[in-house]
C-alpha cells in the first residue's frame, strides 16, 4: 500500500475547521496554520474574529493601501477592519478570554494528550529561545480549543500522545484535534476518531499509541 | 495648570531615566512601540535596565538597539524569539541579559494589577506548566490557580495618537495595546504622541487614559513610510 494517497492537504483541513465552526461564534486563530480558516468562513456567517493584541471583529490580510502599521493581528502581519469592530487594551483583551467569552480558540501543537493536555509554545531545546505569547491564556480561556496540526512528525512519530514530552501550555484543555489523516474528539471516554481521510480506523490505529475509539460510521 | 510637562524633544522627555530603573515599554511588535522614546532612551546615559515589554525588539532599531548596546540588564515579556530578534538572541545565548518569560495574559494582568493597587491575584494561566513552577497554587471552585505579583516599574514609555494639553490620551487600532496599563501601572509615564490638540477638543467619552496617569508628553513625527505601510 502506498501512503502518498491517504490525507488531506492545509486548505482542506481549514474548510473542515471552518465548517464546524457555529454562525455568530467569537472565534480566536492563532498564529500560523490556523489563519486558514479564515479564508473559508462563510461572509455571511457572522463570525466575529478576535485578536490578542485588542480587536474584535478583525478583517481578512491587508493588501496595497489598506497597510497600516497600527493595524496588525496576533502574528504582526498587517490586517483590516470591518464594521463593528472595536479596539481594547491588552488586559481587558485577555479577560475577555480568560473570563470564558470566547466561544472557540484554534491553535497549532507540538503534542496533544489523551486527556488534552496541550504542548504548543516550546520545544525544550537548551539552546532555543522560549516564548510563549498568549497561547497558555488562549487554550485555557476559550470554551472549546481546537487544535490543528499534522498528525505525525516528519520522523513518523505521532503527535497525538499518551502523555505530552515537551513543556505544557495548558493541562486538559483541547477539545478537538484536526489533523491532515483524521478529526479526533477529546472526550471523557476517550479519544473518538470523527472521520478519517483516506486511510481504515485501523490503518490510522496503527500509527498512535492511544487507543482511538471508532466513530467514524 | 496642568502638571503635564510637554517637551520639545525625546531628549529632554527622558532625561529623568536613572540605570538600574525598571521601564515599561508600550508596543506589540512594531504597533504602538514608542521607537523615538526608545531611540532617545539609547542616548542617554541610563543603563542596567529592565525592560517590561511584550516583545524583545526587532531589527537594529528600537528596543532591539538597546539590547545591542549591552544597556538592558533584563528582560521581562511573552515573546521574544521573532524572526528579526537576532540582538535579543544573540544576548540571551551568550548569557549577556536575564529573561523572565511571562504568559501573555498574566503579563497584561500583571502590570494592571499594579496600576490598580492589587497585592496579588489568582491565574488559571500556567497552571501545570514550567512557568508556574515554584509559583502558590490554589484550588478555587475545584479548578486550580497560580497565584501571580504585580509588575512595579519607575518609568512607562507609552505611544498614543493624540494628547490634549491637560495629557488625556487616545490611541490608533491596535496600537493602544499595553499602553493604557502600562500609563497606569508605572512612577512616572513618559508618553509620545503624533498630535498635540487643545484641551476640550478631545470626546470625554472617548478618553482612553485619563491625564491623571501621564507625567510627560513629547509630540513626535513618524516615519511617513511606517505610517503608510510602504516597504522600508
Known amino acids: 500500500m502506498t501512503t502518498t494517497a491517504r490525507g488531506i492537504d492545509r486548505d482542506a483541513l481549514a474548510r473542515i475547521v471552518a465548517a464546524d465552526i457555529p454562525a455568530g461564534s467569537f472565534v480566536n486563530l492563532g498564529i500560523g496554520l490556523p489563519t486558514k480558516v479564515a479564508n473559508h468562513l462563510a461572509p455571511d456567517s457572522g463570525v466575529m474574529l478576535h485578536t490578542e493584541n485588542g480587536m474584535l471583529g478583525m478583517g481578512p490580510e491587508a493588501v496595497g493601501d489598506e497597510v497600516d502599521p497600527d493595524l496588525v493581528n496576533a502574528g504582526k502581519i498587517p490586517v483590516t477592519e470591518l464594521p463593528g469592530a472595536s479596539y481594547f487594551h491588552h488586559a481587558d483583551s485577555f479577560a475577555m478570554m480568560r473570563g470564558g467569552h470566547l466561544d472557540i480558540c484554534v491553535l497549532g501543537a507540538y503534542q496533544v494528550s489523551a486527556t488534552g493536555d496541550l504542548a504548543n509554545w516550546h520545544t525544550g531545546a537548551p539552546d532555543a529561545v522560549p516564548a510563549v505569547g498568549g497561547a497558555m491564556d488562549l487554550a485555557l480561556g476559550a470554551k472549546q480549543t481546537f487544535v490543528m496540526m499534522d498528525l505525525l512528525t516528519r520522523e513518523g512519530a505521532a503527535k497525538l500522545v499518551r502523555a505530552c514530552t515537551y513543556p505544557l501550555t495548558g493541562l486538559a484543555c483541547v477539545t478537538r484535534v484536526y489533523t491532515d489523516l483524521a478529526v479526533f474528539l477529546v472526550e471523557d471516554r476517550g479519544v473518538v476518531v470523527r472521520e478519517a481521510f483516506g486511510l481504515t480506523f485501523d490503518d490510522l490505529q496503527a500509527l498512535v499509541d492511544v487507543p482511538l475509539i471508532d466513530g467514524t460510521h | ?232
Open chain 2, 1 to 232: 495648570m496642568s502638571r503635564v510637562s510637554f517637551h520639545d524633544t525625546v531628549l529632554e522627555a527622558v532625561a529623568g531615566i536613572a540605570s538600574g530603573a525598571t521601564v515599561m515599554v508600550s508596543g506589540f511588535g512594531s504597533a504602538g512601540q514608542p521607537v523615538q522614546l526608545i531611540e532617545a532612551l539609547l542616548e542617554s546615559a541610563a543603563t542596567d535596565l529592565t525592560i517590561v515589554s511584550n516583545n524583545a525588539g526587532g531589527g537594529d532599531v528600537g528596543l532591539a538597539a538597546l539590547i545591542r548596546e549591552g544597556r538592558v540588564r533584563k528582560v521581562v515579556c511573552s515573546f521574544p524569539r521573532q524572526v528579526d530578534s537576532w540582538h535579543f538572541d544573540q544576548a540571551y545565548r551568550a548569557g549577556a541579559l536575564e529573561l523572565e518569560l511571562v504568559p501573555q495574559g498574566n503579563l497584561a494582568e500583571r502590570i494592571r494589577a499594579a496600576g490598580a493597587g492589587i497585592g496579588a491575584f489568582f491565574t488559571p494561566t500556567g497552571y501545570g506548566t514550567p512557568l508556574a513552577e515554584g509559583k502558590e497554587t490554589r484550588v478555587i471552585d475545584g479548578r486550580p490557580f497560580v497565584l501571580e505579583h504585580p509588575i512595579h516599574a519607575e518609568v512607562a514609555l507609552v505611544a498614543a495618537h493624540r494628547a490634549d494639553r491637560l495629557g488625556n490620551l487616545v490611541y490608533r487600532r491596535t496600537a493602544r495595546n499595553f499602553g493604557p496599563i502600562m500609563a497606569a501601572a508605572a512612577e512616572t509615564t513618559i508618553v509620545q504622541v503624533d498630535h498635540v490638540v487643545p484641551t476640550g477638543s478631545l470626546d470625554p467619552e472617548s478618553i482612553v487614559t485619563p491625564c491623571i496617569y501621564v507625567d510627560h508628553v513629547v509630540r513626535v513625527e513618524r516615519d511617513p513610510a511606517a505610517l503608510t505601510g510602504a516597504p522600508t
